[in-house]
């Protein structure tokens, strides 16, 4: 594991994510099965500029060790804590890489939702 042994010990919570698998033929996704990850979870309102120039609002930061798998991308689903069902379900607008000390060892992800 290459996370900083603080942050893994700030990791208490969980989310639950789902890759996209494929898309219908209209362009929707649809996905995978899903996979449950070790997290910080933090409130963290942001203005991210999407697709077109649109505004995106996102409501939380997520730190995810760097060997967590699947690789969370933008696009993918995610659930906080307690929630589950796709009315719930989060798309990931914005993942950050935080490299690790070794060369080529992500140490971890901020992902934005």
Same mark, same amino acid.
Request: aromatic share 6%; net charge negative; no cysteine.
């Given at each position: 594991?290459?996370?900083?042994?603080?942050?893994?010990?700030?990791?208490?919570?969980?989310?639950?994510? /789902? %890759?996209?698998?494929?898309?219908?033929?209209?362009?929707?996704?649809?996905? =995978?099965? *899903?996979?449950?990850?070790? #997290? &910080? $979870?933090?409130?963290?309102?942001?203005?991210?500029?999407?697709?077109?120039?649109?505004?995106?609002?996102?409501?939380?930061?997520?730190?995810?060790?760097?060997? /967590? %798998?699947?690789?969370?991308?933008?696009?993918?689903?995610?659930?906080?804590? =307690?929630? *589950?069902?796709?009315?719930? #379900? &989060? $798309?990931?607008?914005?993942?950050?890489?935080?490299?690790?000390?070794?060369?080529?060892?992500?140490?971890?992800?901020?992902?934005?939702?």
């Amino acid at each position: 594991m290459s996370l900083d042994p603080a942050l893994v010990a700030l990791q208490v919570q969980s989310v639950v994510v /789902a %890759s996209v698998s494929t898309r219908t033929a209209s362009g929707q996704p649809t996905y =995978g099965g *899903s996979t449950t990850l070790s #997290a &910080r $979870v933090e409130e963290d309102y942001r203005q991210l500029e999407g697709p077109g120039g649109t505004t995106i609002t996102t409501t939380h930061r997520i730190y995810l060790n760097g060997s /967590a %798998s699947p690789v969370p991308d933008a696009g993918m689903r995610l659930w906080l804590p =307690g929630e *589950s069902g796709n009315t719930n #379900a &989060r $798309v990931i607008h914005q993942v950050y890489t935080h490299p690790g000390l070794t060369a080529g060892v992500v140490d971890h992800y901020e992902v934005m939702v």
